[in-house]
């Protein structure tokens, strides 16, 4: 098994951070999921009311009705029609990694695969998770998604999400236990173990907890940790050498909050999607015309052949058009001679269809897999006209250069990745370290 000297004496990530969700699993999207917030409201709807037959939902909302193995859909949805609709339940889901849709989640009832019904309390402003697998079923480690908001199992098994914070669920008029409260950040609790406890009271406490979070995320996404330990994140929970200073652990933590922003597509990204972008980002996946000119509405149908509907109305990723190439002078000119070797050592041209193509999106930015997918390629297999029933948008084909920018200055921040995780795993802090006895 190929791992580092020392790796097996670091602490597993759920010895850091205890709880972890599974994420959501609805076993019928074509119901309960949706890119456009709009399009979903207005099928729960007729879902949810008594004057639309269960063959006039079928006939109108094409597998709405199909239900699952665990869901007699007749029965339930004449159970939620006598409940009624919950707007609160419309929220934000994280589909796929850099995938942002809506889904209408339901725990009451069976309509949902799994509800995971104690991450949906946690999903709230401020908090972030990660997503990480026991074993990862690919050979190369495919893990690490950041998400602020409700995600999906991700498929091809299931992915659970460690919180950064819990709600604190006890009873607000029984005091606290000094456990609990050693925990408290503000009005919410930090998911620690008493080890992890143990090892941040050595330096300042839980107010460290946050440089904790973002030193593991450092840590995940730096490429020599996946190369050197790659059988061994294939055989249990990814594993987390701890600095062995606060000042080591302030640094390697600042470099896990510069990955938090570039993953996160709400968050701005200075020179890379906002501000004064640098020129070599300015010349990734630009969106172009074929011939030249402005891109139109009528420029922007995806019909590559991205992506294909297959049994069931499931989505299968197909060829779709991509033509390789070298860079070019000005292209190689804006990366640097190190920013095209981290991100070549070619770029392509994607198209959406025959008219229209984003220029430059290099090799290993188009290569990206996060979460068990190549992250741009299944983007677009969901939005080929013929499943998504409309063209892009200009915000749309805008997002998809910024997805391809954010991946870029990932890959170019893994050198100083890699450094920050060489100099921890050097000298790692000594596992487990002594627990004080609890009291109450």
Known sequence: MKTTAAYTGWPLLPELFPTSFPGVQTKQDQLVVDIDRPKLVARMQDFFSATVSDAEMARRHPGSMDGHSGCDIVKVRKRLQERGIKTEYFVPFLYKAFDRRWIYWEPETALLGRKSPELFPNVFPGNLFIEARQKEALAKWTRGTLTTILPDNFGNGFSNFFPFLLRDQSDPSLPLVDATASRRIGDRLANL???????????????????????????????????????????????????????????????????????????????????????????????????????????????????????????????????????????????????ARLLGPDTCDVYLNDAAFWRNIPRRVWDYTLGGYQVLKKWLSYREKSILGRALRHEEVGYVRDIARRIAALLLLGPTLDAGYTAVSGNPFPWPPAVAPATT
């Not at 020179?271 to 004064?276: C, E, L």
């Not at 015309?289 to 019909?303: R, S």
């Not at 989505?315 to 070298?326: A, H």
């Open 193 to 339: 173990t008493d080890e992890a406890l143990a090892y941040l009271n050595t330096f300042a406490g839980v107010t460290d907890a946050p440089h904790l979070f973002h030193h593991a995320i450092a840590v995940l996404h730096a490429p020599q940790y996946a190369e050197q330990n790659a059988d061994a994140l294939r055989q249990d929970w990814p594993r987390i050498p701890l600095p062995a200073t606060r000042e080591a652990l302030l640094a390697s933590a600042d470099l896990g909050r510069k990955v938090t922003a570039i993953l996160d597509p709400e968050t701005a990204v200075e020179s890379v999607t906002a501000g004064m972008v640098s020129t070599a980002m300015k010349l990734i996946g630009s969106p172009q015309k074929v011939g030249g000119g402005q891109l139109a509405d009528a420029d922007l149908a995806v019909t590559a052949q991205w992506g294909i509907t297959g049994k069931g109305g499931v989505t299968m990723p197909s060829k779709g058009k991509v033509v390789e190439r070298p860079f070019t002078d000005e292209e190689k000119v804006a990366l640097g001679e190190d920013g």
